[in-house]
């Protein structure tokens, strides 16, 4: 592989960086309603679909349903609302060709660095290019009016993996669900999951059942979740398209889900003692007489304070039932050459070891972000409507929401950014930056105490006390504040080349 600087550069009034589901949303939505800007999406990897290209792992799914999930403008048509990854991939294909968006997507741009000048109001990218063929890395620049960082949150190159003693011991396999070997065959073997989260819940029942099933799967967890078993499909959601159409029936559905969970939340959050008897009664029906579901299934957190595990139609938890699974909770002393021994001095015995243990968050792929000649240290800014960051002009990010859809933030934020690029065009602004009171007060935007989200708070911006410098975590407030007035006394606007610079006048052009 080799390096090559090029001299082409392009501009554009909106770069979008990424095209997971965020990247291809933003994309329909910008290109719909913004049509006299020029706009390109800046994909590192082969294919689009991001989380739900990358992970392979078997039974990989959604834990939302697709009526949420999914976008308001592209009705979810299959049955199962909470969805393959494969399923979601062809969504997101499908919306790519419904909307043209082919001609905007740029497939292996990697953003390395992103660089902003005030002097004229621009962000000038530096963006790896690879030839799928040869394998050689060539790097150019790109300019923007505008970024859009879609890049999730989270690292793609590496899960997050603990250092367990004994590692090399071990003589079976090790696997970290990110990194899924195609040729993985574990039939009849016995297998260990370490982890307890949304990764764990699926694998179990994965693995143990249909054909090439593991001889046995255990579930390692050092600290219980809470697991609820929903039905795969919404049948209210079919009776509501039969009669109501696909177009409309998906609105209800998705009006009627997004309350009904913002009333779950609530509800569980508001009185968890009754929260957690509820679900620890719904898990006695569903596993063997004399399970120790106190042992297993009892969290030393209240219920939402981590999002809560679905086990579709509880296949779950029929497993376990079956025999073909099991739940031990106890700590990792070390690896051994048999398998793993744990803190009570027990040992389990593997064929395969998989290390569900999670995700390393990273936001913007951890690229370098310079302001007017200054590195910015993205954990100094502040969230500003939950998607600028104070002292970055003209970036907006795509953060969804940890305790419900992920997407129903982004078209939220999508829609804010419209009108947000409709008032500056209107006032003849190029620039905006988000600009926090002083002696604002920070603290953390994570909302929920799971691992990766303590591992990675230091990393991200800070949220404020109150609107608009607040992370809204839930839909029906955030729809308040992202479609209230769009500006405010915080955001300051500037007005550098606007003047002499038209909508769409970044073409793309070479020098
Ligand atoms: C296994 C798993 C299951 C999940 N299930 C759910 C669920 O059911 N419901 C839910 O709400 N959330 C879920 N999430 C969270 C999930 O990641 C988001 O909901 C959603 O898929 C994120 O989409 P995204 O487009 O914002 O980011 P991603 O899917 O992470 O996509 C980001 C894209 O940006 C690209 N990119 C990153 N950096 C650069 C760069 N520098 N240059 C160019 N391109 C770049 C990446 O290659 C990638 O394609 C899940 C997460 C995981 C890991």
């Not at 741009?109 to 040869?134: C, G, I, Y």
């Not at 620049?141 to 970024?147: C, E, L, M, S």
């Not at 998705?254 to 968890?272: D, M, S, Y």
Request: include cysteine; hydrophobic fraction near 40%.
């Amino acid at each position: 592989m080799t390096a090559e600087v090029l001299d082409a550069v392009e501009e554009f009034d909106v770069v979008i960086i990424g095209a997971g589901i965020s990247g291809i949303g933003a994309a329909t939505y910008f290109s719909r309603e913004l049509p006299d800007k020029s706009l390109v999406v800046l994909e590192a990897r082969d294919n689009i679909g991001g989380t739900w290209d990358l992970f392979r792992y078997p039974g990989i799914r959604s834990d939302s349903d697709l009526h949420t999930f999914g976008y308001e403008f592209k009705p979810w048509r299959h049955e199962a609302a909470i969805a393959d990854a494969h399923l979601i991939k062809e969504y997101l294909e499908e919306t790519v060709g419904e909307n043209g968006l082919e001609r905007l997507l740029r497939l292996r741009h990697r953003v390395v660095r992103s660089e902003w000048s005030s002097a004229d109001s621009t962000w000038t990218l530096t963006v790896q290019t690879t030839n799928p063929a040869s394998g050689e890395t060539r790097t150019k620049t790109i300019r923007a009016g505008w970024v859009f960082a879609a890049t999730g949150y989270y690292r793609y190159d590496e899960g997050f993996s603990p250092e367990f003693p004994g590692r090399d011991d071990f003589e079976g396999q090790i696997v970290h669900p990110q990194h899924w070997p195609e040729d993985l065959d574990y039939s009849g073997k016995k297998v260990v999951i370490i982890g307890s989260g949304a990764t764990a819940i699926t694998l179990v029942p994965a693995m143990a059942s249909g054909a090439g099933a593991a001889r046995h799967v255990t579930m390692l967890q050092r600290t219980p979740t809470y697991v609820m078993a929903l039905p795969r499909v919404d049948r209210v959601a079919l009776t509501l398209t039969k009669l109501l159409g696909e177009k409309r029936g998906y609105a209800v559905t998705r009006f009627k889900n997004i309350w009904t969970e913002h009333a779950v939340v609530k509800g569980l959050r508001t009185f968890p003692k009754a929260g957690r008897a509820l679900i620890r009664r719904e898990n006695i029906k569903r596993l063997p007489k004399g399970f120790d579901v106190d042992k297993h299934f009892n969290p030393p957190y209240d219920p939402w304070d981590q999002r809560l595990c679905l086990a579709p139609d509880g296949d779950f938890f029929d497993v376990i039932k079956e025999g073909k699974a099991s739940v031990v909770t106890d700590a990792v002393a070390r690896f051994s050459k048999r398998g793993i021994v744990l803190a009570s001095g027990e040992e389990l015995e593997a064929d395969v070891i998989v290390t569900a243990t999670g995700l390393n968050l990273r936001l913007f792929d951890g690229m370098p972000i310079v302001v007017d000649g200054h590195r910015v240290d993205i954990a100094d800014a502040l969230c500003y409507r939950g998607m600028l960051l104070s002292g970055i002009p003209n970036w907006a990010m795509a953060i969804g929401y940890t305790t419900s859809s992920w997407t129903l933030k982004v078209s939220l934020m999508c829609r804010y950014f419209i009108d947000l690029v409709r008032h500056m065009d209107a006032r003849g602004h190029d620039t905006v930056v988000p600009v926090a009171p002083s002696g604002t007060k920070r603290r953390s935007v994570m909302d929920i105490k799971a691992g990766y989200a303590k591992r990675g708070e230091k990393l991200l911006p800070k949220q404020g006390p109150e609107k608009p410098w607040r992370m809204a975590m839930s839909y029906p407030e955030d729809a308040k504040a992202l479609r209230g007035p769009v500006a405010d006394e915080h955001l300051k606007f500037g007005t550098g080349r606007a003047a002499s610079r038209r909508p769409g006048a970044r073409r793309a052009t070479h020098a």
